[in-house]
């Protein structure tokens, strides 16, 4: 017997059906099941004497959850009614026990002979394929929500390092987490007094006029209090607050504060968590879920306390700069000088710390009066931007002080002796400086005389508005002669100053900056300043630095006002400016020769400096 033959044996035909490793039904032209194999009624789990002759449809085709699936739909009775194959993978069979199995499927019509086509039905248990796929998207569905809470932490980490204004930060972190982890949010701090709390902010994108009414003090924090509230208030980790809690808690007024806020705004389960910092608790925060959400669990729980770490880390990074600003502001104020009003010349003063350090650095000015008789007027800016670099200034400063009042020197001369006990007698780094004296008589007119090492030029303002740059006598950089035995030298200045006209010292903050070049910076001061040219000078420095807005560095500004021409001069009595000129400068501290004059005469009557080497008075006095 060949293979053809075999093939057609009854008996090969049934090994290979009921060996078949898929379940296969055959069923008449009235869709009745006629026969099974084995594999089919092991994945139904019904025995073959119970199916045959039973409507397969009726009998087996089920939606997922176990109802009956329309016959008008199935696509099996269409293949009884049509003739053509079909296949599929989303149907599902009734089993014995009464359970649905996941199958994939085909079914092609059964032609026998002298009888009407029925259908052979063949499919497979997609049951664990099924579930596998259910667990790819329960896992891809956990990876989404794990990388959006990420992303969440991340975003508020962001927040929580952009700004030192702690309250604005608490504020912006409260909204960030609705509605990806709460409905609505609170944040309570402790004010500073023992125990004593005050709800900074509240949010709900469903109520916030309620939300903010809720927002002020709150009872102090009991003593001896245990409840839920009083744990996190002390540092003890995160609580989980349930309806029952919530409604049936301690009756302390602190926990009725807190109850009510639920009651107002809706809550059903909430979290609070202690914003810890590395030595103190800071206050909490509340989050929370109204009747229609679900309640907490443990991993929202555990995020939701890792955002109150780093906002308790936050708030202690604030304080801590914030601490540090204070002494080092205390410090800078200390080190600035206060300002002499001479006769009718006003100066003023200003210093601005740069916004990311700690409100120190190399920038001064200074002013004061020397023997002969002139005053001096300083501007200068030693590199760096911290402590030390405060130090050198203060060093700087004083070596400088300590020249000009012992050497009846031009300007030049003790820029070369400052130069040099900075080389052999000093550690500060190069610095630059304008060095000027103010000389002439009572009245007028007045010189400027000064000296330039290396930094930007001083402006000449007039009382009309018109501005120049003063760069004759520029130097090199302090510190940069000596130690590399250049042999250079600083030259003199000389030069008459018109009535009522503004001399303007800074530092380079104020012209340059990372989006601003120093020269686009200076033309920009020359508009300023001569659209400023008749304020008063107090109101000249503060406008000043409001227009040019300076970013990222120390600015220091030193302002001298001439008077009209003849004020004090013998016959007028034009009474001098009174009190002291404002500057930055501690306010426990005097301009020197206050203690022996009194803080509001200091120079007033003091002569001017030799004025032998001036051109003669006669025709060189300008006009008022």
Known sequence: MNAIDRAREPGVLRAVFDG???????????GRIIAANPRAVQIVARPVEEMLGRDMHDLLHRNADGSPFPRERCRTVAVLAGGRPAEGSDEFLLRGDGTTVPIIWAAAPLRLEGEPDGVVFVFH????????????EAHLAALESLTARLTLVSEISSVLISSLDISQVLRRLGRLLVPELADWTAVDVYTGQSGELRRLAVHSEDDPVTARALEGPLPPLPEFSGSLLARA??????????????????GTPLDTAHRRMFERLGGRSAVVVPLLGRRQVFGVLTAARGKDSPEYGDDEAMVLDDIGRRAGLAMDNARLFDQQRHVAETMQRQLLTPLPQTDHLRMAARYRPAQAAAEIGGDWYDAFLLADGSTTMVIGDVVGHDLQAAAHMA?????????AWDRQEPPSLIMRRLDEAMTNTSDAPMATVVFARIEGTEGGPWWLHWVNAGHPPPLLVTHDGRTRYLERSHGPLLG????????????????????????????????????????????????????LARRDVEDFCDELLERMDPRGDDVALLALRLPPYGAGAEGDD???????????????????????????????????GDDRTHPSRGDDRPSS
């Open 125 to 136: 248990d997609f049951s664990v394929r099924k579930a596998a796929e259910e667990q790819t």
């Open 574 to 608: 034009t009474p001098p400016p009174r009190g002291r000129a404002h500057s930055p400068a501690a306010h426990n501290r005097s301009a020197p020769g206050a203690e022996a004059l009194g803080a509001d005469d200091v120079f007033t009557d003091a002569p001017r």
């Open 395 to 403: 060093e700087v400063r004083n070596m400088l002080r300590a020249l």
């Open 233 to 250: 208030l002390r540092g003890s980790g995160p609580v989980v607050l349930d309806a029952d809690e919530l409604e049936h808690g301690p």
């Open 480 to 531: 940069m002669s000596s130690t590399l035995n250049l042999g250079t030298s600083w030259p003199d200045a000389r030069e008459q100053l018109p009535p009522r006209s503004t001399v303007l010292f800074y530092t380079d903050g104020l012209v340059e900056s990372r989006t601003r070049p120093i020269d686009t910076g200076m033309d920009l001061l020359c508009r300023h300043a001569a659209a």
């Open 20 to 30: 078949l490793g898929s379940g296969v039904f055959a069923a008449d032209s009235e």
